[in-house]
């Protein structure tokens, strides 16, 4: 149950960190409005509460697999929103973060 719920909470904040600064991308780089910002402000501001609620209760710890997500999260923005399509190269450094989150976040710990 806990890697279920990491699992989620780590989606949900990949969501709205990627959503919020894509706002904001849109906003300044795009010409979009300047509310699109504000938006992406409010989501940032949510993505910190999905990341307070994980359950580990190491800070650092969940800040560092949250990059490997937020890696593989960033590449998905991308294809669904953008039409990125990424190489071999950006699948495979995608694979070995993930890979990476799952050594980080769930390998066994001594009194654990």
């Known amino acids: ?3 279920l719920k990491s699992t ?3 989606v949900l904040a990949a969501a709205a960190e990627i959503g919020g600064a894509w706002l904001i991308w849109q ?3 795009e010409s979009k409005p300047w509310w699109w910002a504000g938006l992406g402000v409010v989501a940032l501001g949510i993505y910190g509460f999905f990341a307070a609620f994980q359950p580990d209760a190491h800070f650092g710890r969940v800040l560092a697999a949250y990059g490997g997500v937020f890696i593989a999260g960033s590449l ?3 294809m669904l929103v953008d039409g990125f399509r990424p190489d071999r ?4 450094g995608t694979a070995i973060c993930i890979v990476g989150v799952g050594v980080v976040m769930f390998a066994p710990r001594p009194g654990a």
């Open 8 to 10: 989620v909470l780590f």
């Open 89 to 92: 190269w950006d699948i495979i």
């Open 76 to 78: 998905a923005w991308g």
């Open 1 to 3: 149950m806990t890697i």
């Open 27 to 29: 906003a300044v780089r």
